[in-house]
């Protein structure tokens, strides 16, 4: 949380950053960006020596990234002067921020913490800004698919505050007062949001945050008295420490998680939790000019970016206690390939990434297995179609052994499907149609990939891409090389899978058999 000041007085407002690179060669950058943030018309002006130099700063912010000890720490006056450009000649809004500052919260919670398995989510508000960062925080909980429940003791009763309290119980978000929280946090909360304090507090902390800080230091004293402990997650300060040396007494607030806003505070540096984030992207190239800020690049559009290297993980305790419906005999189809259309609906339906995306597995010769991702790209009773080149070592493999299996996995669906079954080229007319259905830059890939072959480097293929776009530039058809068609594997085995809690998955396989010259399907259990 970041201090402002405003008419003499001390006020605490929330400041996240906008993920740019802090060299002031990408002030172009910022007139593109920054005034879509404003909601301005940006300038699209670039060229390629601007680019250049984006590229350049870019490896700079990715080494950065790498070496914690080069991230740049805030104290207090560097913080409080940076909260005054921001709310004074850059224009930005209490609203504006304390909203990015919150979703940036969310983000990084939703990083680290499944709300399949840490699903109630209790945020204590403090009378601050750092409180409205929580509101803020729960609130995009809430639609990222946690039970958000708040704990406002202090209620501000200013219109900004007001409305983010009406925001929230207009979604049928909990508040619970101090007497409705139980004694012990762990038995029904999840997550511990701490939006109590932010570093301009001074002072001890009065009741009722006394108490309340006290609980969340209990927690960790007494954690392995529980079989998973709630995680607690501080926004930019833990609450009670020193913004600047820490945890004095070394009996303050643990978090599991702390969220740096901006910058991270000096008082960070003695954050010995596993999972350390910076929340935001707005910092503009001025403020980091001025004050020299080192900061990480952020990932694609993400909104959070880990400081300092992931928590090392014993790789033997990853795990997940799978929670799905059960799969039964008695409500599956009676012909996998119309199980098969269901499931897949289902995962298109749930928004998945490429949910036609399969696992092919098969062998040569040697009895050697070789596994890959590729596309499905249509399926009926007839068997499941997919395209490559048949020169490459897929092809090569089916040619000496025309058996294989592709595999289905939707994470978030907790299934996956196995089928299995001889495999065989589809006609020439119909590679040929579908050829012909792809982009034209897909079309030219074809031709100019020679799959699986060695390559004296990336510029081989760019340069024979070029010759083919421009020799058919004029739209005129792109034949379809000889060597690039589909296969389809006619399965003889389907298995659907389920993911269950303590490792009772549910395996339901499919064994075709004839009974008066039909095929009919047999279905198994199997053990998990």
């Known amino acids: 949380m ?86 004074g000649p850059l224009s930005f809004s209490v609203e504006q921020l304390m909203e990015l500052a919150g979703l940036s919260v969310a983000a990084a919670i939703a990083e680290v913490y499944k709300p399949s398995e840490y699903s109630r989510v209790l945020t204590i508000c403090g009378p601050g800004n750092n409180g409205g960062d929580g509101l803020v925080a729960a609130r995009h909980l809430y639609h990222f698919g946690y039970k958000p429940f708040i704990c406002y003791p202090k209620h501000t009763t200013k219109p900004l505050y007001n409305g983010l309290v009406t925001q929230l ?22 997550i511990l949001v701490d939006a109590m304090f932010g570093f301009s507090f001074h002072g001890s902390p009065r009741p009722p945050f006394d108490d309340l800080i006290q609980r969340l230091v209990a927690l960790k004293i007494n954690g392995d008295t529980h079989q998973k402990s709630p995680a607690i997650i501080s926004i930019d300060i833990p609450s009670g420490w020193h913004v600047e040396e820490g945890d004095l007494s070394g009996e303050g607030i643990k978090p599991d998680m702390l969220v740096s806003l901006t910058a991270p505070k000096l008082c960070a540096k003695r954050f010995s939790g596993p999972h350390h984030f910076l929340g935001g992207r707005f910092v503009p190239p001025s403020i980091r000019n001025k004050f020299n800020l080192q900061l990480p690049a952020y990932p694609g559009t993400a909104m959070c970016v880990r400081i300092g290297k992931p928590p090392k993980i014993d790789i033997s305790s990853l795990r997940e206690n799978y929670i799905s419906p059960a799969l039964l005999e008695e409500e599956v189809t009676a012909d996998p390939f ?47 179609v997919w395209y490559t080149n048949y020169e490459g070592s ?135």
């Not at 119980?169 to 004694?183: M, R």
């Not at 259309?341 to 040569?364: C, H, I, V, Y």
């Not at 389809?488 to 009772?504: D, N, V």
Request: glycine share 8%; with cysteine; proline share 7%.
């Open 394 to 528: 897929k092809g090569q493999q089916i040619a000496q052994n025309p058996h294989a299996a592709l595999l289905f996995y939707w994470d978030d669906l907790n299934r996956q499907v196995r089928i299995e079954g001889p495999v065989q080229k589809v006609s020439d007319k119909e590679s040929e149609q579908y050829f012909h259905s792809r982009p034209r830059g897909s079309q030219i890939g074809a031709i100019v990939s020679q799959q699986s072959t060695v390559i004296p480097g990336r510029h081989v293929l760019l340069d024979e891409y070029k010759q083919l776009e421009t020799k058919y530039s004029d739209g005129s058809v792109i034949p379809k090389p000889k060597h690039w068609g589909g296969y389809r594997l006619k399965p003889e085995m389907f298995e659907f899978w389920q993911g269950q809690k303590s490792r009772l998955h549910d395996r339901l396989r499919y064994i075709p058999g004839t009974v008066d010259g039909k095929t009919l399907w047999r279905i198994e259990r199997l053990a998990p």
């Open 169 to 190: 119980e207009s979604l049928s978000v909990p508040f619970l007062s101090l007497e409705d929280l139980p004694k012990d946090l762990s038995d029904s909360f999840d």
């Open 338 to 384: 119309d199980q098969f259309q269901k499931w897949f609906d289902d995962a298109m339906a749930a928004g998945l990434k490429e949910p036609n995306a399969m696992a092919l597995s098969t062998t040569g010769k040697d009895g050697k297995p070789s596994s890959r991702i590729v596309l499905l790209k249509g399926f009926d009773k007839d068997g499941f």
């Open 2 to 87: 970041l201090p402002l000041l405003l008419k003499g007085k001390r006020m605490s407002c929330l400041v996240t950053p906008l993920l740019l690179p802090s060299s002031s060669a990408v002030t172009a950058s910022h007139n593109l960006f920054l005034p879509r943030l404003l909601g301005l018309r940006p300038n699209i002006g670039f060229t390629g020596k601007f680019w250049g130099s984006v590229r350049g700063m870019a490896t700079k912010m990715d080494s950065i990234q790498q070496n914690p000890e080069t991230i740049s720490h805030l104290n207090q006056q560097e913080a409080a002067q940076i909260d005054e450009i921001l709310m």
